[in-house]
């Protein structure tokens, strides 16, 4: 499965039908800046589904993947988001750097009847791109699998 294909599919698919009960403990730095006012609790799951968003539309990036576990992750995670009445919470968690960019780390949790999907996301502050995703899935009566991706864009 194409990474375009399982973002449109899976996370990106169930943007639209998703409830995004977020709840959020802090802003990212420079959004409390520029807004004026801290990040609404209500939308904490807004940068991560932009940045997912973004990432799809872009036809010239690369990433590499490692998986462990008894599972085909992605295809767990494509049920897991995609499934009629999967919850959405997201948080933001720290700042961080990643393959030498500044980024904002946030949790992307879904919970699905088939299983669970707990992952974290670190999303440029220079330019909204997802540059790396960590996801363990859960799958109820089927097992475990972790992902790690790494998301590489062309330098501009």
């Known amino acids: 499965m194409s990474l375009k294909k399982f973002l449109l599919g899976g996370v990106l698919g169930s943007i639209a039908i998703v409830d995004c009960g977020a709840v959020a403990s802090a802003a990212p730095q420079g959004a409390a800046q520029q807004a004026g006012t801290a990040q ?3 939308d904490a799951c807004a ?6 968003r973004k990432m799809a539309s872009a036809s010239d990036s690369s990433s590499k993947a490692t998986n462990t576990g008894g599972l085909n992750v992605a295809e767990a995670y494509e049920k897991v988001t995609s499934e009629p009445g999967n919850k959405e919470t997201c948080k933001y968690l720290r700042d961080e750097t990643v393959t030498g960019e ?3 780390v946030y949790s992307d949790v879904f919970a699905s009847k088939s299983g669970t999907a707990n992952g974290t996301v670190w999303v ?3 330019n909204g791109w997802v540059l790396k995703r960590e996801v363990d899935v859960d799958m109820v009566g089927v097992g475990k699998g972790h992902q ?3 998301f590489e864009y062309p330098k501009k």
């Open 102 to 104: 500044d980024a904002n």
């Open 148 to 150: 790690s991706i790494v």
């Open 124 to 126: 440029s502050k220079r």
């Open 47 to 52: 940068p991560v589904q932009a940045a997912y």
């Open 40 to 42: 609404d609790s209500k």
